[in-house]
């Protein structure tokens, strides 16, 4: 159930703006992700190599993507008027894709291109009002979403650093004699 400040937000754009439309929100969520790997190209000093960066954005959409599509499938929230007979509001996909990417290029970014590194949650930010004015998303499907994917691209990191760290298994070498020392 939606709060009243999200239903005064919902009536003041369905009253002001009702044929507001744009298509750029699905072009915009993806530009964190690829300033990454365009950065990456120019040779800027990132946290991560770039197989590692991909390691990291597939482990980072497949939580968003579980996480998400399952919340998705429990709550049945209904989107906003006049898109009411879909029930897949909650958590709005475009706001976990978008703050996943933006913390991403955050993260990699963060100490060679500081200011650069914020621009993603510019991005992400715009994503999510233009979901709320289009009448797509309640507000809190935008924050849950930004929340969501915030986490998964933070757990992401924590998991592939965790696997990178472990030390590699020792293989028995069957050609090898394993010789030790005895004294006499």
Same mark, same amino acid.
């Given at each position: 159930?939606?709060?009243?400040?999200?239903? *005064?937000? !919902?009536?003041?754009?369905?009253?002001? !703006? =009702?044929?507001?439309?744009?298509?750029?929100?699905?072009?915009?969520?993806?530009?964190?992700?690829?300033?990454?790997?365009?950065?990456? +190209?120019?040779?800027?000093?990132?946290? *991560?190599?770039?197989?590692?960066?991909?390691?990291?954005?597939?482990?980072?959409?497949?939580?968003?993507? +579980?996480?998400?599509?399952?919340?998705?499938?429990?709550?049945?929230?209904?989107? =906003?008027?006049?898109?009411?007979?879909?029930?897949?509001?909650?958590?709005?996909?475009? *706001?976990?894709?978008?703050?996943?990417?933006?913390?991403?290029? !955050?993260?990699?970014?963060? *100490?060679?291109? =500081?200011? +650069?590194?914020?621009?993603?949650?510019?991005?992400?930010?715009?994503?999510?009002?233009?979901?709320?004015?289009?009448?797509?998303?309640?507000?809190?499907?935008?924050?849950?979403?930004?929340?969501?994917?915030?986490?998964?691209?933070? +757990?992401?990191?924590?998991?592939?650093?965790?696997?990178?760290?472990?030390? =590699?298994?020792?293989?028995?070498?069957?050609?090898?004699?394993?010789?030790?020392?005895?004294?006499?």
């Amino acid at each position: 159930m939606e709060t009243s400040i999200g239903k *005064s937000i !919902h009536k003041y754009f369905l009253a002001n !703006h =009702p044929f507001f439309k744009t298509s750029i929100d699905d072009q915009l969520k993806w530009i964190p992700f690829g300033m990454v790997f365009f950065l990456d +190209l120019l040779g800027i000093q990132a946290r *991560s190599a770039w197989k590692k960066q991909v390691l990291i954005l597939g482990a980072a959409e497949a939580i968003k993507y +579980l996480v998400s599509d399952s919340l998705k499938k429990l709550t049945h929230e209904h989107r =906003p008027a006049p898109y009411e007979m879909s029930r897949h509001s909650f958590p709005s996909g475009h *706001s976990c894709t978008s703050f996943s990417g933006a913390e991403f290029l !955050h993260t990699e970014f963060k *100490s060679s291109l =500081p200011v +650069l590194s914020c621009a993603g949650y510019v991005a992400a930010a715009t994503v999510g009002v233009i979901r709320v004015v289009k009448n797509r998303h309640w507000v809190r499907d935008v924050i849950a979403g930004a929340v969501i994917g915030v986490i998964a691209t933070k +757990l992401a990191y924590a998991l592939v650093d965790r696997g990178s760290k472990s030390k =590699p298994v020792k293989m028995y070498d069957g050609n090898r004699e394993e010789r030790t020392q005895t004294s006499n």
